[in-house]
C-alpha cells in the first residue's frame, strides 16, 4: 500500500516525501479514504499511530477543493484537550500543507488572547483550538462559525476527561448542521459513545488497535516498591540502565517540581513540564528535550497527551495515574511509529487499586518485578485480575545482583476459563 493508492493530491505526496513517509500506517490507510469521501468517522486510535496525518491529509485535500475563506471565519475546527497537543497538530498542518494554498492558526488559552485575535482577521481555513479559549474568541467576536465544513475532536477521551463536554456541546451547537465530523479517541468511552449517537450522522468507526490495548513494540511492567523509596529506586534505574533519554510521570505538578529537585539532589539533572509553568517556559523544555539537550524530562500526566516525541527508549511512572486511560497515553510515549521501548510503572502498596483499573483497561495483568535492595515492606496485593491467575513469586536472590526479578503468573487451565471470563467483562466494561 502506498499513499498514491489512496486518493491524494500530487501537492500532498510530495509533503508527505519531503517529511519522509514511505509507507501509509494502518491509521492511515483505513481513515484517509472515508474521510476523503465526506463521511462521519469515530476512530479509535491512540497518539502515536499516525492519526494525526490520518485526519490532516484527507482534511487538507478537501479544503483545497472549497471556497475561500471569509474575513473571522473559518472552514475547519480541530478541537485538542491540550495546548502542547494543539501546537503538534498546527505543525502537522503546516508541514503537510505546505504545498497547499491553505491558513492555518492555533489558539489555547493562558497566552494572550490579542495575537490570536488579529490571526483570525483574515479568516482560517483551519484552526486548531482548545475548547475554552475557542469560545471566548467566539464570545469575543473574533471568530465565525457559519463557514465551517468540518469538526475534527482529537483525543476525545481526553477533552471529556478534562471536563469539556459542555463546552463541546457549547461549540457544536454554534456550528452549521451540514458538516463532516471525525472524533478520534484511544478509548471508546459510554460518554464519546452519547456524544456520537446525537451528532454524528452513520459515522463508519474505525479501529486500528484492539481496544484499549497498549502500543505496539512497548515492553511494560510493573516494580513493586515502597512509596518512600520510588526516588531511591528511580536513581538506580537511571543510573543503571543507558536510557538516552527518559520520559519520567508523576501524578502532581508538586510531585514533578520535588522529583526534580531530588534528582538534583543526587547529581542527576533533569526538566519538569506541566501546567503550572508558564507556556513560554513548556514550549523551550520541549524543545530542549526534542533536540537531545535534556535527559530526563519529568512530567504530569496533562503533559503526557501528544507529547511528538519519537524513539523514545523509556518511559517511566513514578507514580500510577489516576485514570486509568492515562496509562495508555503515558506509555504511548515510547515505542512509537514502530521503535521499540521499554514502559515501567512504579508501585506502592496504597497504589493497587490504581493498578486494577489498568489492568482492567488492558485486559491484562502486567508483570510484576521487584528490585534487589528495594525490596518492598509493605507489597503490593494482588489486583482482581491477578487473583483470578494465581502469582507465582521469585525472590531476589536466585538471581545475579543487579538484575530484576520476574514474578509473572501462570494460568492453570481452570483459572484461564475465568481469565477469559474476566476478560469478556472487560470488553464490555
Ligand atoms: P501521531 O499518532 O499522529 O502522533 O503520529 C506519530 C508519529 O508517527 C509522528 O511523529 C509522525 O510524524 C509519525 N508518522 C505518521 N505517519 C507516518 C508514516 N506513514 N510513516 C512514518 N512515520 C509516520
Do not use: C
Amino acid at each position: 500500500m502506498s499513499f498514491s493508492s489512496l486518493g491524494l493530491s500530487k501537492a500532498l505526496l510530495r509533503a508527505i516525501d519531503e517529511k519522509g513517509y514511505t509507507t501509509p500506517f494502518p491509521i492511515q490507510t483505513k481513515a484517509i479514504p472515508v474521510i476523503l469521501s465526506g463521511k462521519d468517522v469515530i476512530a479509535a486510535a491512540q497518539t502515536g499511530t499516525g492519526k494525526t496525518a490520518g485526519f490532516a491529509l484527507p482534511l487538507l485535500q478537501r479544503l483545497a477543493q472549497g471556497p475561500r475563506v471569509k474575513s473571522n471565519h473559518i472552514r475547519a475546527l480541530v478541537l485538542a484537550p491540550t495546548r502542547e497537543l494543539a501546537d503538534q497538530v498546527g505543525e502537522s498542518l503546516a508541514t503537510y500543507g505546505k504545498h497547499l494554498p491553505l491558513t492555518f492558526g492555533v489558539a489555547y488559552g493562558g497566552v494572550k488572547i490579542n495575537p490570536q485575535m488579529m490571526q483570525l482577521r483574515g479568516g482560517l481555513d483551519i484552526l486548531v483550538a482548545t475548547p475554552g479559549r475557542l469560545l471566548d474568541l467566539f464570545r469575543q467576536g473574533a471568530v465565525k462559525f457559519g463557514q465551517v465544513e468540518t469538526l475534527i475532536l482529537d483525543e476525545a477521551d481526553r477533552m471529556l476527561g478534562m471536563g469539556f463536554i459542555e463546552d463541546i456541546k457549547n461549540v457544536m451547537n454554534l456550528l452549521p448542521s451540514k458538516r463532516q465530523n471525525l472524533l478520534f479517541s484511544a478509548t471508546f468511552s459510554p460518554e464519546i459513545r452519547s456524544l456520537t449517537k446525537y451528532l454524528f450522522r452513520n459515522p463508519v468507526v474505525i479501529e486500528v488497535n484492539p481496544r484499549s490495548s497498549a502500543a505496539k513494540g512497548v515492553k511494560q511492567w510493573a516494580i513493586e516498591v515502597d512509596k518512600s523509596r520510588k526516588p531511591a529506586l528511580l536513581r538506580y534505574l537511571l543510573q543503571k540502565n543507558s536510557w538516552e533519554q527518559v520520559l519520567v510521570f508523576t501524578r502532581t505538578r508538586k510531585g514533578a517540581n520535588r522529583l526534580v529537585q531530588q534528582l538534583a539532589g543526587d547529581g542527576i539533572s533533569s526538566e519538569a513540564i506541566h501546567g503550572d509553568k508558564s507556556q513560554e517556559n513548556r514550549n523551550r523544555v520541549l524543545a530542549d528535550f526534542k533536540a537531545k539537550k535534556i535527559r530526563i524530562l519529568v512530567a504530569t500526566g496533562i503533559a503526557s497527551r501528544g507529547l511528538d516525541i519519537n524513539e523514545l527508549a523509556a518511559v517511566i511512572n513514578f507514580d500510577l495515574p489516576q485514570v486509568a486511560e492515562d496509562y495508555i497515553h503515558s506509555i504511548g510515549r515510547t515505542g512509537r511509529a514502530g521503535a521499540k521501548g521499554v514502559a515501567i510503572s512504579l508501585v506502592s502498596a496504597d497504589e493497587v487499586k490504581l493498578l486494577s483499573a489498568i489492568e482492567a483497561l488492558l485486559g491484562q495483568t502486567l508483570i510484576r518485578e521487584v528490585e534487589k535492595g528495594f525490596i518492598p515492606k509493605h507489597s503490593v496485593p494482588l489486583t482482581r485480575l491477578a487473583k483470578a491467575r494465581p502469582k507465582k513469586t521469585k525472590t531476589p536472590t536466585q538471581k545475579p545482583a543487579g538484575s530484576t526479578v520476574r514474578a509473572k503468573a501462570k494460568t492453570s487451565p481452570k483459572n484461564k476459563k475465568r481469565y477469559k471470563r474476566n476478560d469478556r467483562r472487560n470488553q464490555k466494561s
